[in-house]
């Protein structure tokens, strides 16, 4: 158990460096040098143009993994009682639906052919996060269960 708290306390400083780091890159026309683009920036400019979509993407991206994660080192700290895991779940299936979404943006731009665009390290780096998470609550609750 000593282990899953330790990575677990290690995604809170994980994934505010996934935020930040690029994670694709894009541009117009292939002779144009390509903007990178990360969680963080790309919230910047969603919440001058649709405040809606930049709140869900804020929900998503931000709020829901670290509240998962707090929540789980909580629990795993017995500060918070084993009851709130199926919550702390969905926390963590909110989280992967914006790796889903960023995937499915690229898939989309690419297949429109009018730009380029390149992943960048930021969105293996998040994904990473997200399914580090996934592993970390999933050993937690196999662990709580069998003590119990």
């Known amino acids: 158990m000593k282990v899953l708290r330790i990575a677990n306390l ?3 400083i994980a994934f505010p460096i996934a935020w930040f780091a690029p994670l694709l890159r894009a541009g117009l026309l292939p002779l144009f040098r390509l903007s990178e683009i990360s969680v963080v920036s790309g ?3 969603l919440w001058k143009t ?3 979509l930049a709140l869900l993407v804020t929900v998503l991206a ?3 993994p670290y509240l998962k994660t707090v929540g789980l080192a909580l629990v795993q700290f017995d500060l918070l009682d084993r009851r709130v895991l199926p919550a702390l779940r969905v926390l963590g299936k909110l989280a992967m639906a914006d790796v ?3 995937a499915l943006y690229i898939v989309v731009v690419k297949g429109i052919g009018v730009g380029r ?3 960048g390290w930021g969105l ?3 994904t990473g996060c997200v ?3 996934f592993a970390i609550s999933f050993a937690t609750e196999s662990l709580e269960k069998r003590a119990a």
């Open 10 to 12: 290690l995604l809170l």
């Open 43 to 45: 919230l910047q400019s």
């Open 50 to 52: 649709d405040m809606f």
């Open 62 to 64: 931000l709020l829901a």
């Open 100 to 102: 889903f979404l960023l």
């Open 117 to 119: 665009v390149e992943t």
């Open 124 to 126: 293996y780096a998040f």
């Open 131 to 133: 399914l580090a998470s």
